[in-house]
């Protein structure tokens, strides 16, 4: 209560000056916000509000960015040799304090630098223009660290967020103004500007110590390092793990699209809240799995032979490309976003296909970066609007011809 008090006072002291806004904040972000409308008219009154749709996304995050952690730590040890390969969710060699604790110490830092820097940008701009804090970078920071390299350094993630939170959203207007998802801004420029760093190619190991004593004994570093699911396939090599292994999330990958098993669990959270919208998180798999049964044709009717460089990804059983790479997991996450994507309910349809069949193309066709969804997402952020106003359209022609008919 004496913090409440304090904040109250703060306030008042800074009403109408420069730094008002980040006092209103911190107010905001703790306790209910005294004002939620200003101005006449219709306000509709519900129990939600911006801060809580936030929270309730970040809750559907959490368990992957959990397993992440425990993941980053046993992908560790397993290139080191120290743990045999599990097949088991619920494996002991996998839920253990020391993988936790390797995963923590690597994915931690990218949590806070995510935050910090993002919040620092939010609350410059706030004092700038002079209006309130606003929520919508909650997601947005706990997005970023789920779908960067566990790996990447820690000076291009502030790089990439500081461009993405001015680039992506605030010379819009802000959040709710954005015609690109923020999250997805900052991994395209990590893509485009250090493409080396998020091929997500190689196998992490943590620290220079464990390094150094292989180096000292004689070991070739190059031993431990190998490539992820997609990498394989897209280079025609083999894969290692089972179906299991790829659907439980006991992979190399990004920290938080690993697990399709947690990102089920999380969409069907997000749908029963009615944040999520089911209709472009099925069509986005439909989609997915159109092309991929297109490129099995194309395979079985002996078109692409196996000394293509596109055999490998084409060959892949088209329901296998939901458990491997991040396609779940954007349309979970990503492709659901309310302000970038289609809001009337035949656009959510086609914007959703659109983003899982284009992602598989991209997928194959560019074996570089086996990875398309992230991109295709961005290009229907950018083509959500303009379907929207083509379904609107044919609504209104399709009116104005029953009123034609009706007058006749």
Not at 84 to 90: D, K, Q, R, S, V
Not at 243 to 270: C, H, N, Q, R
Request: net charge neutral; with cysteine.
């Amino acid at each position: 209560m004496g913090l409440k008090q304090n904040l109250h006072k703060l306030k008042e002291k800074y009403k109408g000056k420069k730094m008002a806004p980040a006092f209103n904040a911190l107010h905001t972000f703790l306790y209910t916000p005294n004002e939620t409308t200003h101005g006449g008219g219709t306000h509709i009154k519900a129990a939600d509000d911006l801060k809580r749709t936030m929270n309730t996304v970040i809750m559907a995050l959490i368990p992957c960015l959990i397993f992440g952690m425990f993941n980053a730590g046993y992908q560790h040890y397993r290139a080191l040799g120290e743990i045999e390969a599990t097949h088991g969710f619920l494996s002991s060699s996998f839920w253990t304090l020391d993988n936790f604790m390797v995963g923590l110490w690597q994915v931690l830092p990218l949590v806070i630098v995510s935050y910090g820097v993002g919040l620092a940008v939010e609350f410059v701009f706030a004092v700038i223009k002079g209006h309130e804090v606003e929520e919508g970078y909650l997601v947005t920071g706990m997005l970023v660290p789920l779908i960067v390299p566990v790996d990447i350094p820690l000076w291009m993630l502030a790089v990439a967020v500081i461009f993405g939170v001015v680039i992506g959203k605030e010379v819009f207007g802000g959040t709710g103004m954005n015609i690109l998802n923020p999250a997805l801004t900052i991994r395209a420029f990590l893509f485009f500007a250090y493409p080396t760093w998020m091929s997500g190619d190689k196998v992490w190991v943590h620290g220079a110590v464990e390094r150094d004593q292989m180096i000292a004994a004689g070991q070739n570093l190059d031993a431990i390092s190998g490539e992820t699911i997609l990498g394989a396939y897209a280079q025609n090599s083999s894969v290692m793990y089972d179906y299991w292994d790829m659907f439980w999330g006991l992979i190399p990958g990004s920290v938080g699209e690993t697990s399709k098993f947690l990102i089920i669990i999380g969409a069907l959270f997000l749908i029963f809240t009615k944040i999520g919208s089911w209709r472009i998180i099925l069509s986005t798999l439909i989609g997915a799995l159109v092309m991929g049964l297109i490129f099995n044709y194309v395979v079985d009717f002996g078109w692409i032979g196996e000394g293509s460089k596109f055999y490998g990804l084409m060959s892949v059983p088209f329901w296998q490309h939901l458990i491997i790479g991040s396609i779940l997991f954007g349309a979970v996450y990503m492709a659901t976003d309310p302000v970038t994507a289609s809001q009337t309910n035949r656009g959510k349809w086609i914007y959703g296909f659109l983003i899982g069949f284009i992602s598989i193309m991209i997928r194959v066709f560019n074996p570089a970066y086996p990875e398309g969804v992230f991109l295709a997402i961005l290009l229907m952020n950018v083509f959500a609007p303009t379907i929207d106003h083509y379904v609107i359209q044919a609504n209104v022609k399709k009116r104005m011809k029953r009123l034609k008919v009706k007058t006749a």
